[in-house]
């Protein structure tokens, strides 16, 4: 069965402090992995998708396909990445929907 | 280029009645799913439409249904409401594997 999980609800860390959001997924075959953010009042948009190796905003993620894992990763925590979270997977095709984690929500304290 | 737009973006329902949800797709967009987004349970795929055709859905009841028009809008319809039911509703465009998500339909069901 396809499952993205998230274990983390909440995770809270000061500005410059170092971030990982953990996911972790179950799926048999190559999944596309991909992480959603949804800022405050803000519709949900993508981040970043393990398929262009793109570091944005600061962020980067790594697959680990031996640990079935995709976390994602900050060096130094702003403010304006307090936001939710979702970690999500879909088939390599392109065909199969988006399954998603919970979410983290993820609060940076000045 | 304009976004996903969806209409309503709030609805308040009586338990028993029938809802339209609608969504118009990001210009060139073939592809539209629709999820739905509850506290408990995340976001959840309902189901994925792709040039008319229903490709690809979720496990929902019956009672969710939806359709595409020629002109890549999307509509969800959900027959006897329940109180389960309240929830954001979310539509995504897509053209590959990345989606584009509208702000949602806010449905309280009382």
């Known amino acids: 069965a396809q499952r993205v999980t998230q274990p983390e609800k909440l995770l809270s860390v000061f500005k410059g402090a170092p971030v990982e959001l953990k996911c972790n997924y179950s799926y048999s075959g190559s999944p596309e992995l991909f992480w959603y953010v949804q800022y405050s009042r803000q519709r949900l948009q993508l981040l970043l998708r393990?398929?262009s190796r793109e570091s944005i905003k600061g962020f980067t993620a790594d697959l680990n396909k031996g640990e079935t894992s995709f976390h994602l990763k900050k060096p130094f925590a702003q403010e304006e990445d307090s936001a939710m979270y979702y970690c999500?997977?879909?088939?390599?095709?392109?065909?199969?929907?988006?399954?998603f984690g919970k979410g983290t929500r993820l609060s940076v304290i000045a | 280029k304009a976004g996903v737009t969806q209409t309503p973006r709030y609805l308040i329902k009586t338990r028993g009645q029938q809802v339209t949800l609608s969504c118009s797709p990001i210009?060139?967009?073939?592809?539209v799913s629709w999820y739905q987004q509850t506290p408990g349970q995340g976001l959840q795929f309902l189901f994925e439409y792709f040039s008319e055709t229903q490709r690809n859905k979720g496990n929902f009841p019956g009672r969710f249904s939806g359709r595409q028009f020629s002109n890549s809008r999307s509509e969800m319809n959900v027959s006897t409401l329940e109180l389960g039911d309240s929830a954001l509703y979310l539509c995504a465009s897509s053209l590959d594997t990345e989606q584009y998500f509208g702000p949602g339909t806010r449905l309280t069901v009382t």
């Open positions: 999500a997977l879909s088939g390599p095709s392109g065909n199969t929907p988006l399954v």
């Open positions: 393990h398929i």
């Open positions: 210009s060139g967009h073939r592809s």
